[in-house]
């Protein structure tokens, strides 16, 4: 398996501009989760999905973000109008939520630069 | 929700010698405890993990330990080497969501 996919994985973009990163999950896992890192905050859950369907999204930080999972192989997160202080790196992952099997797995992630 | 805190933020040791670094974690509902490493410019990637059902797991020169009383566990690295030298993160998994600690930073001195 190629592991968890992300795209872009380096984005610059100007403030107020939408920017898009997408996620394809490791196929067979029904757990999706999107990641913020930054160095003042560490790794953060922004949400998360189960079968495709958003479960906790009380880490993302505003309205102006917004997760999607059309499908069980694509996630999407938005953020519409981007600012400075959103400049991080965006981490995807995924597992399969059972009683067997725990383990989560990264993308290679997602480093968005606002200018 | 879960509180992971994780010691030491850095730490320095020649090679060859062992690394620990430890976490704890305050919901005892918490049932999975993974570590990860993360290598600059890379996603952190999953090392060694244990079950709330279990005290001690080893896999080569990496062993974590469990104290569910404690609300502890860590990370023991033997004979460390030079490809070592990377960010380490624990965490704690509670109704499928993870909690992680806020990374130790090993550098392994050749």
């Known amino acids: 398996d190629a592991g968890v996919i992300q795209s872009p994985r380096h984005e610059v973009t100007e403030m107020g501009q939408e920017v898009t990163l997408r996620c394809k999950p490791i196929s067979g896992h029904n757990s999706l989760f999107w990641y913020r890192q930054t160095m003042m905050r560490g790794l953060e859950l922004l949400i998360y999905f189960n079968n495709n369907v958003p479960i906790d999204d009380s880490g993302m930080p505003e309205d102006r973000f917004s997760a999607k999972m059309p499908n069980a192989s694509f996630s999407t997160l938005k953020i519409q109008p981007s600012e400075p202080r959103d400049s991080a790196v965006y981490f995807c992952?995924?597992?399969?939520?059972?009683?067997?099997?725990?383990?989560?797995?990264f993308g290679p992630g997602t480093r968005l630069t606002v200018t | 929700g879960e509180n992971v805190e994780q010691h030491p933020s850095t730490l320095s040791v020649q090679e060859g010698d062992s690394a620990v670094i430890k976490c704890t974690y305050s919901d005892s509902a918490s049932n999975y405890f993974p570590w990860y490493k993360q290598e600059l410019g890379k996603g952190p990637q999953l090392i060694i993990d244990?079950?709330?059902?279990?005290g001690e797991k080893k896999d080569q020169r990496i062993a974590v330990t469990l104290n569910k009383t404690a609300k502890h566990f860590s990370l023991h690295i033997t004979e460390t080497q030079p490809e070592d030298s990377a960010v380490y993160f624990c965490a704690a998994r509670v109704f499928n969501k993870f909690y992680f600690g806020s990374g130790t930073k090993l550098n392994v001195k050749p």
């Open positions: 992952a995924s597992s399969f939520s059972g009683t067997l099997s725990y383990e989560q797995y």
């Open positions: 244990i079950r709330s059902n279990v």
